[in-house]
């Protein structure tokens, strides 16, 4: 009999476990509760789920540590925070530590749903064929991007991008000039199929990488807005 795919909760209120334990279960996923971040860590590290749950505010160890040690134990188990801060800077925080994707409290659970199955989704996918050697490595001046290591680099330094930041950079490039709606860009990078809800995790990766990959992230020069429409990578540096 094939196992059940697992996901680990962490967070200490009992009322949003209990609430996410019913739900998921209801969906067809196996549950291992935890309520502070040392014991999570350790059910991470032991019991190799398909997905975590993490809050940020937990005892013992807080979410952002938790996470970091998960990254640095070599672990790429799907990391989806949980939390009620609206600080920005806490969401890139916690997606610069190796988390996948955030929602905010109070969530809808259709669409905490919805996420946990993109990750989980895409955790299992097959890395896609290799492209054409011709076309594994863009050059944009400065920029080079190299897609079948999964790198890119510019004045020949490398760029540290998470891999989600990586996706979205040669996703973007890959199709310069196009414009992308922030939801286009939920369902072709994060892997949300027919995507309805929360699009800022995309103004956050933008703004992220922006800071990564510009030299005045103010004033972009590679990724640019198109106002009342989307994002788009221009190609002529």
């Known amino acids: 009999?094939?196992?059940?795919?697992?996901?680990?909760?962490?967070?200490?209120?009992?009322?949003?476990?209990?609430?996410?334990?019913?739900?998921?279960?209801?969906?067809?996923?196996?549950?291992?509760?935890?309520?502070?971040?040392?014991?999570?860590?350790?059910?991470?590290?032991?019991?190799?789920?398909?997905?975590?749950l993490l809050d940020l505010m937990l005892p013992k160890r807080n979410g952002f540590e938790v996470c970091r040690a998960l990254r640095e134990?070599?672990?790429?188990?799907?990391?989806l925070i949980l939390t009620a801060r609206e600080a920005e800077q806490d969401k890139i925080l916690g997606l610069d530590l190796g988390a996948d994707d955030y929602i905010t409290k109070p969530f809808s659970i259709r669409e905490l749903m919805a996420r946990v199955k993109a990750n989980i989704r895409r955790a299992a996918m097959t890395p896609p064929p290799e492209p054409p050697a011709a076309e594994e490595t863009l050059r944009f001046g400065r920029l080079e991007i190299h897609r079948g290591e999964g790198t890119a680099a510019k004045d020949g330094q490398d760029l540290e991008l998470t891999p989600r930041e990586f996706e979205l950079l040669?996703?973007?490039?890959?199709?310069?000039?196009r414009v992308f709606t922030r939801q286009e860009l939920m369902e072709r990078v994060w892997n949300y199929e027919r995507y309805v809800g929360d699009v800022r995790a995309v103004d956050v990766a933008i703004r992220r990488l922006r800071e990564k990959l510009e030299d005045d992230p103010a004033?972009?020069?590679?990724?640019?807005?198109?106002?009342?429409?989307?994002?788009?990578?221009?190609?002529?540096?």
Do not use: C, W
Not at 223 to 230: S, V
């Open 73 to 79: 134990q070599g672990r790429a188990t799907p990391v």
């Open 170 to 177: 040669a996703h973007l490039a890959g199709h310069a000039g």
């Open 1 to 52: 009999m094939e196992r059940k795919q697992r996901v680990l909760i962490v967070e200490d209120e009992k009322n949003i476990v209990d609430i996410l334990r019913f739900n998921l279960q209801k969906e067809g996923y196996d549950t291992l509760e935890a309520y502070d971040g040392v014991t999570g860590l350790d059910l991470a590290l032991a019991e190799h789920p398909d997905l975590i």
């Open 219 to 237: 004033q972009p020069r590679y990724i640019l807005t198109r106002r009342g429409a989307g994002y788009y990578f221009q190609s002529d540096q």
